[in-house]
């Protein structure tokens, strides 16, 4: 296979009770999950604690920076050492840094405790999804992985309410505590149930490469995150962020071309099948990333209701896309990976186009239902794109390229902040937060949705039409 070479390890063994793994994976992935979502309600509670209110948009920031930037380096060791040891120094950190953050005393600290529990988030996200993929088939992924994306289905709904309810009646140090036994559970579990043989032949680790990458994504994703807030785009600060992370960025290519072990090789840009699945998951990451940030707004500052309703219509998104996730394997085998994707992107541009006619007098029916027609078609699209590039390497590169598929969807959702941002912003100009300026907000975003939909329908063009095909490829 192309991209492996001879210090590579190779799996000789795999044996695991996959019942309770798959459970330990879907623990893990509602770690994460919710952790992404149970803040939103608390910050009142956190701010009026250890004070700190025009710092705290960072708590969720560097949670996903620290988490997209390590998500390659993280595949790239499990392709070395093994799913194994990567998924329990993940839940470690995660655990470390839930305890810390129970224990913070200042805004500071609480910020910089969540960058540690987003390195062990960095691990968890892609090591699920790699392990689902080495234990099921390819005929049965898309049923696993379907119960490891309703993890965050569940986590978007029920992650603001938790964090209400610690918040409200405990104290928001619950938030996160609450993770020490679930997470002593999930290391439990993978200990005890997971088991995986890996022969191992001198590792070379490429620690300039991977300097390289973790400070050039760094920069980039900093300056996508928060360009446009707290710098101006045209700023010398936000320029020379953004420039130092692509010169660094430039400089890992050229490192990584004559690198023994490249912690991501280059030749998974190189290959259309894994091209094609990572435009998707951009795509599909900013896509997601626009409603879950406009959607609740809309709902509540156009039609009038409240926080409860508004998070209804969304996570129809979060219910849809799970349900049609685990029944696309029935799609995929039957009529191949590419009619699956095809079908479901169809059905999230049908979704997009009906996001135009969203104004002040929609019903929020309508919205829910708008919302669960995309989440059916993310959940078609998503799972067989993903599948498809995890069953063109084998063992040894799927870790890498998993990583980078997640991390591509990553990088989607944080470009997708700065568009959609820098729109936001252009429609609203100077003027109030008024019902028809944030319609036309939601108009504007829609309009890039729907050409997001059709960046898709070209991504998924280029998979193969069968498994028997794909085999044939990776042979």
């Known amino acids: ?25 879907m623990l893990s992935t509602a770690l994460i999950a919710l952790d992404s979502t149970i803040l939103a309600t608390a910050v009142p509670s956190i701010v009026a604690d250890v004070g700190g209110f025009a710092e705290f948009p960072w708590l969720f920031s560097v949670y996903l920076l620290a988490q997209a930037v390590t998500v390659p380096l993280y595949g790239k060791l499990a392709d070395q050492f093994g799913r194994k040891p990567i998924m329990l120094v993940g839940i470690g950190l995660f655990l470390l840094g839930s305890v810390l953050c129970g224990l913070a005393w ?25 392990i689902a993929g080495d234990i099921y088939t390819t005929e049965e992924r898309a049923k696993a992985q379907g119960y490891l994306a309703s993890m965050w289905g569940v986590a978007s709904v029920v992650g603001p309410t938790l964090g209400g309810v610690f918040s409200e009646y405990t104290s928001w140090r619950w938030i996160f505590l609450v993770n020490v036994p679930l997470c002593l559970l999930a290391a439990a579990m993978v200990m005890r149930n997971f088991a995986e043989r890996v022969e191992r032949v001198h590792p070379r680790i490429d620690y300039t490469g991977a300097t390289l990458l973790t400070g050039g994504l760094t920069l980039v994703i900093l300056a996508l995150l928060e360009g446009g807030q707290l710098w101006p785009w ?29 912690v991501l090789p280059l030749w998974v840009f190189r290959r259309r099948l894994l091209v094609s699945s990572g435009v998707a998951s951009a795509a599909i990451g900013a896509v997601v990333l626009g409603l879950t940030s406009y959607i609740p707004t809309y709902v509540q500052e156009v039609l009038g209701y409240g926080p409860l309703v508004a998070g209804f219509a969304l996570a129809t998104l979060s219910i849809g896309w799970p349900v049609a996730a685990s029944q696309s394997g029935r799609i995929y085998l039957r009529f191949g990976f590419r009619v ?30 708008t919302c669960l027609l995309i989440g059916v078609g993310m959940g078609l699209t998503n799972s067989p794109t993903l599948i498809a590039a995890q ?14 598929n997640m991390f591509l969807r990553s990088m989607g959702s944080a470009v997708g902040v700065a568009v959609f941002g820098a729109l936001a912003n252009a429609a609203l100009g100077s003027g109030h937060r008024t019902p028809e300026a944030l319609t036309d907000v939601v108009q504007h975003i829609a309009v890039v949705i729907v050409g997001l939909a059709l960046v898709l329908l070209l991504a998924v063009a280029a998979l193969p039409r069968s498994l028997q095909d794909l085999r044939a490829t990776a042979a």
Do not use: K
């Open 1 to 25: 296979m192309s991209g492996t070479t001879s210090s590579v390890r190779a799996r000789v063994g795999l044996r695991s009770d996959r019942g309770p793994v798959l459970l330990a994976m």
């Open 106 to 130: 200042n805004m500071g600290t609480l910020i910089g405790f969540r960058v540690i529990q987003g390195l062990g988030a960095g691990a968890i996200a892609p090591m699920t999804m790699t």
């Open 234 to 262: 045209t700023s010398p600060a936000g320029l020379g962020i953004a420039t130092g992370g692509l010169v660094l960025l430039v400089a890992f290519a050229f490192v990584e071309r004559s690198a023994a072990e490249p």
């Open 340 to 369: 699956c994707a095809l079908i479901g992107t169809s059905i999230a541009f049908g979704g997009s186009l009906l996001l135009l006619l969203l104004d002040e007098h929609t019903s929020v029916w309508q919205v829910a239902g």
């Open 391 to 404: 069953s063109s390497v084998g063992w040894g590169e799927r870790g890498v390229v998993t990583a980078n």
